[in-house]
């Protein structure tokens, strides 16, 4: 839309290195050129989002993956906060975790998630889903203004 942003930063919030790797690949092999930022836990990314400690200079996001099940804050309490905070709650969020359970997705959804994706455990399918994202978010989405 011309209204609103081009998807040009995103914050992936997942404590797996390995599967963080892997999204980023996904992502600029799907054609993302701009910033992708990691937060570890929920903590750092609550952190990267209000530009404490030494994420000072961090900029603020189009799009959140979020995982949920993390170390030290989950991304139950992360999407709890991001709710909370008006200066945060129109960043879109896509929840991207191993969990299919119905509490989880019904949690993520009221709590303003715009998006509950399973991971897949085939790598192929991981890569394969972390592209849609990018290039639903790209292409057909309309983000909001920054």
């Not at 040009?8 to 992502?27: K, P, Q, T, W, Y």
């Not at 989950?74 to 709710?83: A, F, K, P």
């Not at 969020?93 to 993520?108: L, N, Y």
Request: net charge negative; with cysteine.
């Amino acid at each position: 839309g011309v209204m609103g942003a081009k998807l040009e930063r995103v914050l992936l919030v997942e404590d797996s290195a390995g599967d963080a790797r892997l999204a980023l690949e996904a992502f600029r092999h799907a054609g993302f050129a701009g910033e992708f930022n990691v937060a570890h836990d929920g903590l750092e990314a609550i952190d990267f989002l209000r530009h404490d400690g030494r994420f000072k200079s961090a900029s603020r996001p189009d799009l959140i993956i979020l995982d949920l099940n993390m170390p030290r804050m989950d991304g139950r309490e992360v999407l709890v906060e991001l709710e909370a905070d008006p200066d945060l709650n129109s960043i879109p969020v896509v929840v991207f975790t191993t969990s299919s359970a119905d509490r989880d997705i019904s949690m993520s959804y009221q709590h303003q998630a715009n998006c509950f994706l399973t991971k897949p455990v085939d790598l192929d399918a991981y890569f394969d889903t972390v592209q849609r994202i990018e290039r639903f978010w790209e292409d057909v989405a309309t983000l909001p203004p920054r």
